[in-house]
Structure formats: structure tokens, C-alpha cells
């Protein structure tokens, strides 16, 4: 049980370049979450899916799309990555009453 | 709005010493409250969560947090702090419960540090 997987760990981009950061959960969760953290902010949402084929607008969802490609699987897309989007991202699937993150992917935009 | 405020960015404390993070939410309905420990490098690790009775929680690591409602307060505390606490910790708050908990509103977290 590897519960909430992240790839990559570390990623460095050039403005311009698109990317997709990977998320899997194995605990059968309906809902998964993106976020990202930046110092002195706190982590903030991106983009949420409640459950399989649904997808909805956190609070900072510009400049990246999603998918739910199943139950298990919810992918953070950078079509055309600026520096303002370096941060660390953080994805999370949750149950009745818990949220479980992921290690975090590092993702430095020069 | 749900929104969550820790008014600590930075506690510096020594070791053996107790601990208070504060943590003030704001939300219409009964929250669901939550705080999470970050080490360095690291993803978000539960520490305890209140969602309804005794308004004293007890959580992993010696740790436990205390809901007022009439403050509209979550405050994290452990009698005796030991070095390996040294991380920054985050107070969130939910909407309920129904079919799945939903998002979390994180506060801005409070970095702690620890004095040998």
C-alpha cells in the first residue's frame, strides 16, 4: 500500500515548456486534489476531482488543466510554464475524514 | 468564507519547553478541523483532526489541540518539546463530511524551531 504517489520529485523547466506531473493513489478514494505551496502561503488549491470524470477550479486553477484518467489516477498539466508557477506541488486524495498527501514534486521555472 | 489564520510565522522554543501554535478559523457551519506537520523536504503528515465531541483532541507525537468554538480557535500544544519537532505546521479547516471530506483551507503555517 503505497498510498499517494508523485512523480517526478524535482523538475527544473525553461518559460514556455509544458509538462504534466503525475499523481496515484492506491486507497481507492473517490476525491483527489492538487495543490501548491509557496513560502508564506500556505498550500492552496489548484484543481479538485470529487470523484471519477468530474474536475472543478480551486482557488489559483490559471495556467494548468487536469485529468481524471480513472479512480486511481489525476495528472496536473503546465502547458506553457512561467516563473510565477515554481513552487512545490502536492497532490491528495481523501475519504470520509482524512486527507493523505503525497511527497511533493519541486518544480523550479527559469 | 472558510479561511484559516495562524498569526505565528515563526516560534522559536528550547527543548523540554511546552508549545502553543495558534490557530483561528472562520466558517459558517460546524468545521472540521485539522493539523498537519511538514518536515523539511518532506509531504504533510496528520498530527489530529476534530470533527465533533470532547473539545480536546489527542494526536500522534505527544501532541493535542483543544476546539473553542466561542473563540473560534484550534490551538496545538505538547507539554515538553523535543528537537526532532523542529518543522512547519499547518491548521486546516473542512467543509464536512457527506460522501467524502472535500477540500482543506490551509493557514499560512507556523515554522517552528527548537533550541537544544
Known amino acids: 500500500n503505497a498510498g499517494v504517489t508523485q512523480t517526478p520529485k524535482f523538475q527544473v523547466l525553461k518559460t514556455g515548456q509544458s509538462m504534466t506531473l503525475q499523481c496515484a493513489q492506491d486507497?481507492?478514494?473517490?476525491?483527489m486534489y492538487w495543490y501548491r505551496q509557496d513560502p508564506g502561503m500556505g498550500l492552496r488549491l489548484i484543481y479538485y476531482?470529487?470523484?471519477?470524470?468530474?474536475?472543478d477550479k480551486g482557488e489559483v486553477p490559471n495556467g494548468y488543466n487536469v485529468s481524471r484518467l480513472n479512480k486511481r489516477e489525476f495528472s496536473l498539466r503546465l502547458e506553457s510554464a512561467a516563473p510565477s508557477q515554481t513552487s512545490v506541488y502536492f497532490c491528495a486524495s481523501s475519504d470520509w475524514d482524512e486527507q493523505y498527501f503525497g511527497p511533493g514534486t519541486r518544480l523550479t521555472v527559469t | 468564507a472558510q479561511s484559516v489564520t495562524q498569526p505565528d510565522i515563526h516560534i522559536t522554543v528550547s527543548e523540554g519547553a511546552s508549545l502553543e501554535l495558534r490557530c483561528n478559523y472562520s466558517?459558517?457551519?460546524?468545521?472540521?478541523l485539522f493539523w498537519y506537520v511538514q518536515s523539511p523536504g518532506q509531504g504533510l503528515q496528520l498530527l489530529l483532526k476534530?470533527?465533533?465531541?470532547?473539545?480536546l483532541v489527542q494526536g500522534i507525537k505527544g501532541f493535542e489541540a483543544e476546539f473553542k468554538r466561542s473563540q473560534s480557535s484550534f490551538n496545538l500544544r505538547k507539554p515538553s518539546v523535543h528537537w526532532s519537532d523542529a518543522a512547519e505546521y499547518f491548521c486546516?479547516?473542512?467543509?464536512?463530511?457527506?460522501?467524502?471530506?472535500?477540500?482543506?483551507?490551509f493557514g499560512r503555517g507556523t515554522q517552528l524551531t527548537v533550541w537544544p
Open positions: 466558517y459558517g457551519a460546524t468545521p472540521y
Open positions: 476534530y470533527f465533533s465531541g470532547d473539545t
Open positions: 486507497m481507492n478514494h473517490n476525491s
Open positions: 486546516a479547516v473542512g467543509k464536512g463530511r457527506g460522501s467524502t471530506l472535500g477540500r482543506l483551507y
Open positions: 476531482s470529487a470523484s471519477e470524470g468530474t474536475t
